[in-house]
């Protein structure tokens, strides 16, 4: 009988990562606290719905945790090792975006109780996690991560194994320093260009072709500004969390942090001026209204 995987958290990117799991042929139980989700999920593809996160780990050899934050996370492996205090041979896999100091005290609680813990944030959005290409930045002892291997081909493209349990994590939320200022940087130079009479189509074209090219100029501008959707699928609260989150590893390291902090406020200050839950495309929407200016339809 193949091993049984638990999934927790099915949202924007955890429902198309459990159904790519499910599709694979894994024996899965899911669980959310959406219970119609839950319940269409595995109707829908031949798993099965847990009551609770007790009732996942009870099911299941490892499970996957995809949730909003480590807070979150946490609260499911307590419920979880609650219910299952013997964990000897299992495995908790965190692909959410925590903070790493959350997850290393997670892995110290679960030791305790013979669980292994490894965190595997993902880079990639909704997008990639529909077509299991998600880059995973895996942290954990080498022979933890081999056994999610498995896993980890269906959903990514590549695996990187980074450090020990946390590295994952840290990785992830510099990455999305990276990206957030990407994504700030190209939407404030392409409104620049726009009132002194350039079209942003051209813009992104020589951008792209230049050493001003990232990943928001090559891809997030066309797809979800010119297009006028602004819908990437990821949240601008989140992208705000995992800013924090690199603030604080930056204050740990004793690293200067200067433009990282800049980005910060910038992000902050969008963040409390925009709805709850608002894409974070949605920001680029607002240096719009500041400009008075569109990009886009």
Known sequence: MSPVVGFVGLGHMGHPMARNLAAAGFDMVVFDLDRDACAGFAESHGATAGGDAGAVFRAADTVITMLPNGRAVRAVAEAGIAAVP????????????????????????????????????????????????????????????????????????????????????????????????????????????????????????????????NHATQTKIAQYVLSGTYASGFALDLMVKDLATAGGIARAAGAPYLMGSAVTSVWELAGAQLPPGADQMRLVRWLEDLAGTRLGP
């Open 86 to 213: 013997e964990g000897r041979g299992r495995l908790i896999v965190d692909m959410s975006s925590s903070a790493p100091h959350e997850t290393a005290e997670l892995a110290r609680t679960a030791a305790a109780h013979g669980y292994a813990v490894v965190d595997a944030p993902v880079s990639g959005g909704v997008g990639r996690a529909e077509t299991g290409d998600l880059s995973i930045l895996a942290g954990g002892a080498g022979a933890d991560v081999d056994r999610c291997e498995p896993i980890f081909e269906v959903l990514g493209r590549e695996t990187f194994r980074v450090g020990p349990v946390g590295a994952g994590h840290a990785m992830k939320a510099l990455n999305n320093v990276m990206s957030a200022a990407g994504l700030l940087l190209a939407a404030e130079t392409i409104l620049v260009g726009r009132r002194y009479g350039l079209e942003p189509e051209v813009m992104l074209k020589v951008l792209n072709a230049s050493t001003g090219m």
